[in-house]
C-alpha cells in the first residue's frame, strides 16, 4: 500500500499549511492518522481519525490550530496547520492504523506513507 503525503514547506511563524495524504482505493477509508517525527526526537503523533464513526483526536499543543479531515472521493486525508510555531517544525507522516478508533501511539500504524518536512521559521 502506497501512501503519498505531500504539502510541506518552509513557512514563518503564525502562518498555514495544508498537508494531503493519498492512498489507492478505501485505504485512507481506515483509521488514519499524522505523526511526526523532529530531529533527535521520537515520533509522535499529531491527529488522528477513526474509521468507525469519523471521530478526531490532536495532541495538545495542537488542539484548536490543526484540523483533520477525510475526503472519501478522493482517497485524500489532509491536515490543516493554522498559527504554525517554529516547534512544529518536523518530518510529517501520514499513515492508517489497525482498528477502528484513533490512537497517538506509533506501535498501532499499520501502514507508513513517506515523510513531508515542514519548517516553520522566521
Known amino acids: 500500500v502506497q501512501l503519498q503525503a505531500s504539502g510541506g514547506g518552509l513557512v514563518q511563524p503564525g502562518e498555514s499549511v495544508r498537508l494531503s495524504c493519498v492512498g489507492p482505493?478505501?485505504?485512507?477509508?481506515?483509521?488514519v492518522g499524522w505523526f511526526r517525527q523532529a530531529p533527535g526526537k521520537e515520533r509522535e503523533g499529531v491527529s488522528c481519525i477513526s474509521k468507525s464513526d469519523d471521530t478526531t483526536y490532536y495532541v495538545d499543543d495542537t488542539k484548536g490550530r490543526f484540523t483533520i479531515s477525510r475526503d472519501k472521493s478522493k482517497n485524500s486525508v489532509y491536515l490543516q496547520m493554522n498559527s504554525l510555531k517554529p516547534e512544529d517544525t518536523a518530518v510529517y507522516f501520514c499513515?492508517?492504523?489497525?482498528?477502528?478508533?484513533?490512537?497517538?501511539?506509533?506501535?498501532?500504524?499499520?501502514?507508513w506513507g513517506q515523510g513531508t518536512q515542514v519548517t516553520v521559521s522566521s
Open positions: 499513515a492508517t492504523l489497525r482498528g477502528a478508533y484513533c490512537s497517538g501511539d506509533p506501535h498501532f500504524v499499520y501502514t
Open positions: 482505493g478505501f485505504t485512507l477509508e481506515n483509521t
